[in-house]
């Protein structure tokens, strides 16, 4: 099983998303656009893991979740990775109670590690993807750049799995834990 751990999005905010790789498309880019059920910020990509592993999974993310009240987040403007000029993945950025969202994902990290999980070791970006292998070539994409999209309060984290169906990327909901108020 492909799995991640992540935060999923509201609908209002998803559909923002939308509306923002429309007037992205109306520039003139192009590039493989996410689905809006693809739209969330991934706090661990965990890979290919046996299904043996599900239970300390779920057992980990409802211990670290118990230590967390929701907290505020916001999806702003535009960036690639790399960069611009050489864009492998267009995302819009996540703002707001950036520290709690941190702490979030580095305890779930260094429990998930304690547990001997294999875990990327690079640092952590919160980001929504937006398109994979854009072509910005002659866009003026300032215009897009710094936009607000949404607010929403991250009230629960969401074990995934990432399945290849027909081609696409679907996303699943494995499991579910509430951050405590």
């Known amino acids: 099983m492909r799995l991640f751990i992540g935060v999923d999005l509201p609908a209002e905010i998803k559909q923002a998303l939308i509306e923002f790789q429309s007037e992205l498309r109306l520039l003139g880019v192009n590039g493989s656009f996410k689905s809006q059920d693809n739209f969330h910020i991934t706090l661990e990509f965990l890979g290919e893991l046996d299904a043996s592993r599900i239970p300390a999974l779920t057992e980990t993310l409802s211990r670290v979740a118990s230590n967390f009240k929701p907290f505020d987040l916001n999806i702003v403007g535009l960036g690639a990775f790399p960069s611009f000029k050489r864009p492998h993945t267009l995302w819009t950025a996540v703002n707001g109670s950036l520290t709690e969202l941190n702490r979030l994902r580095d305890e779930l990290h260094s ?71």
């Open 111 to 181: 429990e998930l590690r304690n547990k001997s999980f294999e875990l990327e070791e690079r640092q952590f970006k919160p980001h929504v993807t937006l398109a994979s292998r854009p072509n910005l070539d002659n866009i003026d994409i300032s215009t897009v750049q710094s936009g607000t999209l949404g607010e929403f309060l991250v009230k629960e984290v969401v074990l995934f799995e990432s399945r290849a169906i027909s081609g696409k990327r679907v996303y699943t909901d494995l499991f579910k834990v509430r951050l405590e108020p």
